[in-house]
Structures are given as C-alpha cells and as structure tokens.
DNA sequence: CATGAATGAGTGTTCATTCAT
DNA sequence: AATGAATGAACACTCATTCAT
C-alpha cells in the first residue's frame, strides 16, 4: 500500500532532522563533559540546548542509549578524521606511534569537551551492557588495529619483545589519563604531554641500544 | 597520614557504630563494584548489607558523600599497607618501580572489588567537587612522592630526562586501565600484566643504552 | 439510522478522504484489537497504518473522541448488514432469537478485530462520557428494539412472562463474554457456542411445558 | 550475619504499614470505579487517598501492577466471605444456583465500586498479560469449580444436558453486564435483577418439564 | 492534501534524606 | 542504637494535539 523501493528501512532524516539532532548531540557532549554522565539528564541537556522541553529530545532520540550512542559515533567520526591522514604519512612504525600519540594529546586542545564526554561514557557504562551504546565494536577493533601495528613494527625489527596488548592498554591509559587531566589541571601543557608520551613510548617499544639519535 | 588524634571534632564513635560502618563501606564497595558508581543507591547498598532500611545508612553516614569518602579511605588504608613494606625493601630507584607496579597489579586477585569501586569514584566525581569526597588530598601527595621518587632516580643517574609529571600521569593511566580491564576480561592475567608493565616502565625510564643484558 | 442529507453542517468529503479514514479506522480497529484500548495511541495506529506521523491522524479527525466514534460507527454498520436480512426471514420470536444468537457468534469468526475492538471501546469509556463516541444512541436504540421484540413474544404467547430488560441485559452479557473468550482461548468454538447460547435462552425464554420434543 | 529463622522470605508487614496499603488499595477501587481503569494513575490515586506525592504508592508497592493485584485479591476476599456461606446452606444444586446469583447481585448494592473496579481490570488488561494481576489463577479456579458444580446437577438428574463452560460463560457475562449497568442506570434495582436473572438460568438449567411449581 | 517538527502535561518509578518513635 | 514511614524533587519517556510549510 506503501511503495517503499530502498532496499532497507533506512530512515531518511531530513535536513532539519539532523542539524536539531546535532544541535542535541553537541549540548550532551558539553553538559557531560562539563556535570559528569551521572548529572546528565534530558532536562539539562535540552536547557544547554535551549529546548523548551525534554520530549523534545525523546522525539529525536529513540531513547538516551541513542542518544549516547550518537555521541560516541560524533567522537569516532572526528577521531578518525584528524588522525588517519596524519599517520599514513609515515612510514616507520616508530614514526606513526609518535604521530598518534602527539596528533591525539593535539586534539585535546581542539575538542576538549568530545574526550571528556566520551572518557565518561566508557567509564559509566562499564557496568552496563556497552554494546548499547554502541561502544563495543569500535573500541575492540581499534584496539585489535593497534595491536597489530606493535606486532609488525616487532616483525620489522623496529620494535622490542613485548606483549602488544599491554602495549596497547597502556597507551591508552596513558592517553585516557592525559585527558582526564586536561580537563582539571589549569596548567596542562598538551605540547608537553604529547612530546613526553611519544618520548615515554618510544623508549618504551625500540629494541635495546637502540637511541632516536643514531 | 591522617592524624587520628587531633584535637578537631573527631567524633568519638562506638564499637558498634564503627562495626556498622564498615559492614556499609563494604557493601558499598561491593555494589559500586558490581553495578557501577550510577547505579550504587543507598535502596541497593542498604539491600547488600542486609539492612532493612536505607534509613540506616543515613543514621550511620551524615550523607552520600560522607560515605563514599569512607570507601575511598579504606582502599587508601589497605594500598598503603600493601605496598609500603614491599617498597621500603628495594634499594635502587628501577628496583621500587617494578615493585610497586607488580605488586600493585598483584592486588589486582586479590581485592579486585574495592580498586574497582574507587575507579568508578575517581571518574563519577571528577566533574562534581571531588574534595567533598576526600579523592583531592590523597591522591595528590600521593602523586607528589610518586614524582619525587622518579626525580631522585633521575638525580642518582638510574633514569633518564625525563617530565615526572607525564610519567606519573602514565603509570597511572596504565595501571587504572589494567583495572578496568581486569574487571571485563576474563582472559586477563595479572601476572603478565605486571611483568609487562614493569618491562614497559622500566625500558621507558632507564638511560640510554643502559639495559639489563649488555 | 444516520440521515445522510440532514440540512446540518455535513461536512461534503472527498473520496481521497474518505479513503483515508478508512484506513486509519481499520488500523485502529486492529491495534485497539490486538493491544487493548489503554495501549492504542495514535503513535501505534499510524503505525500500524503505515503513516509515518501522528499528525496525519489529527488531520483526518477532529481528535481522539471522533475516530473512536468512527469505529463504533463502522462496527454497527457492519452489524446490520450481517444481522437484519437473515432475521427477517423468521417468523417466530423464538426463531428470530436463535437466529440473531447463532449468526452473532458466528460473526466472531469473521470478524474478529471489530467485535473485541467494540468491547474494549465499550468497556474502557463507560466512566467517561460515551456520549462523546457516539455509543449511547446507537446502544440505547438496538436494545430498546429488543426489548420490544421479546415483549411481543410475550404477547404472541411464544414466551414466558420476564422482565425484557433483564433479558436484553443477560443476552448482551452473555454474547459479549463470548466475544472475550474468543479472543483469548484458542480452543473457543464459535459453532459450539452459538448453539449451545440459543439452546440456552430458547429454555430461558419458553413457556413452561413448551418444549421442542413433546 | 543476619539470623533469619523464617523459613521463607516473608514480608512481615507492620499494622501501620497494612493499613496504608488497605488505604490506597481502597483509594484505588474508587478511583478505577469512578473515572476508569486508563485514568486511573497514581497521581489520581494519590490525590483520593490524601497522599501528598506519588512516591509513597510506590513506597508502599512494587509497581502499579503490584497494587492491581492487591485490589483483585481484596476483591476476592471479599466475594469469599460474602458468598460462601450462604450457599452451602443449600442441598440442591439449582438452589445453590439461585442462591449464587442473588448474592451476587445484591452485593453490587454493598459494594458497587469494588465489582466495578475489577471488572474495568479485567477488561483493560485483557490484551497484556493477565498473569501479572493474579487475575489469572484466581479466575480459572473459579469457573472451574462451577462447571464441576453443572456437572454435579447434571448428574443428580437437576440439570437438563448442556455445555458447562458454556453457561458458566454466559452465567458470567450476564453478572458482569448488570454490574456494569448498575454503575450507569440510576434506575437498576438490584432486587429485581437478582430475582429476574436467577429465574432465567433456573429455567435455561432445569430439565424439560421440571417447573419450579412441582 | 499532507507532513514532520514541536509542545507541554502526564506517566510510573527511584532517589537521598528527614524524623518521630 | 535503630527503624520504617514519609517526602518531594528528579528521572526517562509517551501522549494527543497544533501548526507552519
């Protein structure tokens, strides 16, 4: 009764549509970074977007996973943007993980409330079935990619014997804690950070003797 | 560390009242653990225990944030404990550093619920005023000897330059992240863990050219 | 029943119109069917239809109260196209009411949705006004038709002496329980049931001694 | 830690806590009576009872479901105590039959809001699943017990030969649409209808011949 | 003729906290 | 020392309806 030829039920959003559910995703980002996941209710979240009320929000949103999930993807989306370019510049690995670490303790500066938001998200739903916020899949295959990274710069002979797991939950420790500083510490230097982190990792990864100056 | 006899108005508590206070703290750490810092109410805390009431843990805490500042202290009491023997045995700078984080990841088996419950703390409250929870001052001049202890290192020629500011931030970032991985993986071993990470750590700290086989 | 060229403000509607009415009336019919009258929102109805907004439905009807009437009217029409030739055809009181009892039933067969729909209506706007859904006049009418006709079955001496009123009342009872059941008992027989309900108010309504074997 | 010498998890309510529960119960009976079972939320609810919020309905109950229950089950008793006894006063089973419905319906003038009550329940929640009402178990006992009752006369030669579940069917639909009508008709009296539907069933029951008068 | 964006009141439920007993 | 009853604000979410386009 309904002619319906796309292939699936895709929804369509008109342009309206999606610049409120931008405009929405953006004030989410800015009240959890600003009052924490647990303070981030669709009251104040339709206040910091200058919405009369939360239905609002429920009209646009299927519910708050979505509306979560809608952040993390916005946070994925401008990770990928800022780093992928950067990185397939290089050609050593030792060179790429300097790269990422510099080019994302960069990104700290320019989109401080995305890392904040999301680094509270990640932590708030660890209890909770993370899949719902679609957290899941793209953590793991980051993760899965980096790992791989550490094991052929060791194939290459670039890098030292280690567990590239490990290798990778430090990093992103290492980098998670950055970013939870920067939103506290006033005196936060993300050049110094990133150029003490690349330091810190490369030291930590190139095989023995040898030195960045030989 | 926190000096007991002051002449502030410390509240004389009873036996008993201290007997009902820890059997809560537990309980909260438990449930914080399990479900998560946002879904820790007083209804779930007060059911662990065995209370009948929530009414009990008001009388027993002058609020939330009262006991919250309660499971902080005692994780701090018991990290202390755990790790300052071990340290205090170590002569060399590197040798405390691999102590410390073996021994830290150790305590991993073995206490895996209350390191847990005070991660979920540290990032619920790092938006709200952190000091009301008693995170602020501990954690700071913890931080603070951490730093001193990589600058005598690096005074005593055991390591290299390098900002011991980033390098505790790093080791903690790393060591908060195997915590949280622990909690979610079932594959994690926290023996390899902490050996890698004091690999990690090690190599990314000592001099150039300074390495254990050569 | 409904004077179609009554000189009152008849609202003259296209055959577009009309035909979205209908269609909105048989979503209706189907949800408050199938997910009661309590869980039939207009979300659901245009869903159900096919409609990608709730406002179509506000377009097509003056507000909530006149689609339910719109059902009610549509089951009634229904009703009397089935119900009053086959009714005609008898001559005794007697048979006219094994007639109208068995084809009723037998109604449940074919039109499953419309007969629960009714009820639901029914049932769930009795404490508010059921003025506003147009059941009062057509309710009122069809059983005081009915009370008449057992009243001059009485007269012809086919019947007993009851209170007609009673009579209607259990009648109705009695059929609409059928209704329920049908539509939750997979083993309901509507064939079983109509005979046995005929039988049933056949004895219930004969003179004493009067009975169909001797 | 907590000696529990109950052998099951038993609520052991307090007489202050019982008695809020018979309040809202009673609050609830007349709110669902007088402006329906859609209506009837818990602010309604809330407000007839003289409760100053919501909260405290949800204190005192699990859910709305919990409190639905409680007034199916309330009703119960109450239909227990008032009918019982009195028909077991009665040898013949067409007695008991006259005396069922004539309880039955007097009781409407006793308790006209508590039948109304559970019969806007039964009907509203027919479409989701009754279960979690208790309506259920309850229900299927008692219809039941009075087709083993049918079955009973039909087998002491009382009963002429018909479907038991059939009239029990209609037995019921005729009791329900009288509560109904007594809700709405100020002109239903009560006495009438007792005398008038218990005739109709002794007659639509008894064998062919059996009048009441020999 | 039709749409989808918007509204604001209303839903049941949970929350930390208070207080009389 | 302890209890359980009570509170009222906050929560995410749904509702029928309006209206500009």
Request: proline share 3%; with cysteine.
């Amino acid at each position: 009764m309904q002619a319906k030829n796309s292939p699936d039920k895709q929804k369509e959003r008109t342009f309206i549509e999606s610049a409120r559910r931008a405009q929405i995703v953006a004030a989410a980002i800015e009240v959890i970074a600003d009052q924490g996941y647990g303070n981030a209710s669709f009251a104040k979240i339709a206040k910091q977007a200058g919405l009369s009320s939360t239905g609002m929000i429920s009209y646009h949103f299927k519910g708050k996973d979505d509306l979560i999930r809608e952040v993390v993807a916005e946070f994925m989306r401008l990770t990928a943007v800022h780093l992928t370019g950067k990185m397939d510049a290089e050609t050593t690995m030792a060179g790429r993980l300097r790269t990422y670490i510099t080019a994302r303790i960069a990104m700290l500066d320019e989109y401080p409330k995305h890392f904040l938001a999301v680094l509270e998200i990640v932590s708030a739903v660890r209890a909770e079935d993370p899949e719902l916020r679609g957290l899941t899949p793209g953590m793991a295959y980051f993760f899965s990619v980096q790992e791989e990274r550490f094991r052929e710069g060791q194939r290459a002979g670039e890098f030292r014997e280690f567990d590239p797991k490990i290798m990778v939950l430090a990093l992103h420790g290492a980098i998670n804690e950055a970013t939870a500083r920067a939103a506290v510490d006033p005196d936060f230097d993300s050049a110094v950070c990133g150029r003490e982190l690349a330091d810190l990792f490369e030291a930590a990864t190139r095989k023995d003797g040898m030195s960045h100056d030989n």
